[in-house]
């Protein structure tokens, strides 16, 4: 009978274990997660779908952890060609954007979003020159309850904040052919679409100069960086990188500084992130000079 409770006992810790309730809460989450992506999939059905980055997964099938969290990337081309005809330095935040994750700290999903304002803040825009892209996304975001909208920041995002921006020593295409090869020399890295913005453009009638999007990123070390951090998974991951020619034929690339959306969303910094930065500056910085 002692040996029969013993074993009773023992299951019942076993059974109540750290590791057992977190392995729940965590699918439970990810349940969460994955039912409004499901609902985003409707929201979006009028956009084109660029791509939709899982990054938990991708992380887990590296062998890292890091809170589920899901991006989701569609497009109006229309609406990004008005915006890119003002601002090429614009493409670094088109298309849309909307990001489902969860908190590390919390059972609950969060919704995050770039929006028309963080775009007029960070480009120098008035209210009208982001009309359209408001009216758009918002039908989007309007279909999921305000409780889960993550917190707002734009008021903090001045002129320019948090791009990386350099010109490139080559030809616009050369640019774009050495910056892939660069980027798939990392063992650890993986494209995840690419848009010519100039050809979408001329397909809706409005003629802008060579502007063209990368979408790229590493799971592992991305995973790293978003496991504190994962409202990350808007901006630093996948990395956005644009290669614009301007009037004059001068090439540029712009992306995201991972640190400074950190320090926007978490006020903090990891290693991780430090390490990113460093690599892109390397590979990107290098394939262009």
Do not use: W
């Amino acid at each position: 009978m002692n040996n029969l409770i013993f074993t009773a006992l023992l299951f019942f810790l076993i059974s109540c274990s750290g590791n057992t309730i977190t392995d729940y809460t965590a699918l439970t989450v990810r349940n969460k997660v994955d039912a409004e992506v499901d609902h985003l999939k409707n929201a979006i059905s009028p956009f084109q779908k660029i791509t939709q980055i899982d990054h938990s997964r991708l992380a887990k099938d590296e062998g890292v952890y890091t809170p589920p969290a899901v991006v989701t990337i569609f497009s109006d081309k229309k609406v990004n060609a008005e915006l890119l005809k003002k601002d090429q330095l614009i493409g670094v935040d088109l298309p849309f954007k909307i990001l489902l994750y969860s908190e590390p700290d919390t059972q609950n999903v969060t919704l995050a979003y770039t929006s028309a304002e963080f775009i007029q803040r960070r480009h120098s825009l008035t209210g009208q020159d982001v009309k359209q892209f408001r009216n758009e996304i918002s039908q989007v975001i309007n279909k999921f309850p305000k409780a889960i909208y993550a917190q707002n920041y734009d008021r903090k995002v001045e002129d320019e904040y948090g791009l990386i921006i350099q010109q490139s020593t080559k030809p616009f295409q050369k640019t774009i052919n050495d910056l892939k090869v660069a980027i798939l020399s990392q063992d650890d890295t993986q494209m995840f679409a690419d848009i010519d913005f100039q050809k979408e453009s001329k397909e809706v009638g409005v003629d802008i100069p060579p502007t063209y999007l990368i979408l790229f990123g590493g799971p592992a070390p991305g995973g790293k960086a978003m496991k504190n951090t994962p409202r990350l998974g808007l901006d630093a991951f996948c990395q956005k990188l644009l290669v614009f020619e301007k009037e004059n034929g001068d090439v540029f690339i712009a992306y995201n500084d991972i640190e400074a959306f950190s320090d926007l969303y978490y006020e903090t910094k990891t290693f991780p992130q430090m390490i990113i930065n460093y690599r892109l500056g390397n590979t990107l910085g290098g394939a262009v000079e």
